[in-house]
DNA sequence: GTCTATAGGACGATAGAC
DNA sequence: GTCTATCGTCCTATAGAC
């Protein structure tokens, strides 16, 4: 059965979502127009709205479809038995899950100021129930007396902006190996949440 | 001895600069339109062709500026004796200067992929040195014994982006003094960096 | 130094043919 | 589903009067 001639919704959509994403990476969302979208996938400007009202729709859908892939990512994993090792679990996913996806995480971390209130309510939600999943960690270990923390949401906040920072620098032809970069981290924020003196 | 009817270069220029600063931190630069900024100025666009030769000139200039008052107010501080104390230094310092000029900041780390290749390479050299002056602390703190970091670069962006994560978060009328917060950073990067088990 | 006016082009989004 | 064509708007930057 031979499709529609000049039909491809079943491949436009996805490559309009890849190109959108790595050129909003790239150079900003307000700095790239739907022609130049349209353009690198190959179809004229008007054939984008066949997959979207508008050009909000279009990042707000990047960054929701980013921020429940994180989710759901970490909802999968098995829990550790130990505060130490929830902590560790979280140091290790986090990095890794944000390297695999340098450009999602780019958008929904920059972009944040060209979404709609109501959008932006939304992707904020999203993220402050992830970053919650760590600050229940450290505020079990407070609480056991396992972790020392001077203040739980301050620490949680820290431990994040530390560990997005690898995004800033990591090359995949870089010195070092995913495994040394997880190991070099998770060193630097087990200490600075450990009681002064432990192991 | 009446001015030029009109004339008003002693404070228009200082205008322009905080207005663009003010609008590119909170809307993006390439979303501000020259308009807008001599509207919120008070003055028709083409003026603010008196001023600079083009709008990527004035995102350098905020940026440049920015970046230079930031290692001048670095070197000016007294270098205290201990690599800790320098250390301690190090990170009071980049929070509160940090904090003072939060548009500024956001910019020059926001807008760098809207800079001419020229105009960035001229940026990366000067957040090049003003990294350098930390990891100098590291690195002697490192030979010494003093401190133990895996890595001495990688700790270097670790700290720095860890610090960099208050001015996402911070607000005037917030439950925390500027004290309490570099208190709290201060703690969690001192155990970071310290060898396991020291006080 | 600021104004008005505009050149010359790019923008998001839509209409209608196929 | 994609195309061509276009509407109406906005953009950066410049020219020339005052």
Redesign the pocket.
């Known amino acids: 059965m031979a499709r529609?001639t000049?039909?491809?919704?079943d491949i436009?959509g996805p490559r309009i979502r890849e190109t959108a994403s790595r050129l909003f990476a790239r150079h900003g969302f307000a700095a790239?127009?739907?022609?130049?979208i349209a353009g690198e996938v190959?179809?004229?400007?008007?054939?984008l709205?066949?997959y979207m009202?508008?050009?909000?729709s279009l990042l707000f859908g990047l960054m929701q479809g980013h921020m429940q892939e994180l989710l759901q990512a970490r909802a999968k994993r098995d829990v550790p038995e130990t505060v130490i090792a929830q902590l560790e679990d979280f140091v290790r996913f986090h990095i890794r899950f944000h390297l695999e996806k340098p450009d999602a995480v780019f958008i929904s971390y920059m972009e944040l100021r060209n979404l709609t209130p109501e959008n932006f309510a939304v992707i904020e939600g999203l993220r402050r129930s992830y970053e919650d999943s760590l600050e229940t960690i450290l505020r079990n270990g407070a609480t056991s007396g396992e972790l020392k923390v001077p203040d739980t949401k301050i620490a949680t906040l820290a431990v994040i902006a530390m560990l997005n920072g690898v995004n800033t620098w990591y090359r995949d032809d870089g010195r070092l190996t995913l495994d040394e970069i997880e190991a070099i981290y998770w060193d630097m924020v087990r200490k600075a949440v450990l009681p002064n003196g432990s192991a």
Do not use: E, L
């Open positions: 529609t000049g039909s491809h919704s436009t790239v127009s739907m022609r130049r190959g179809v004229q400007a008007g054939a709205y066949n009202p508008d050009k909000q």
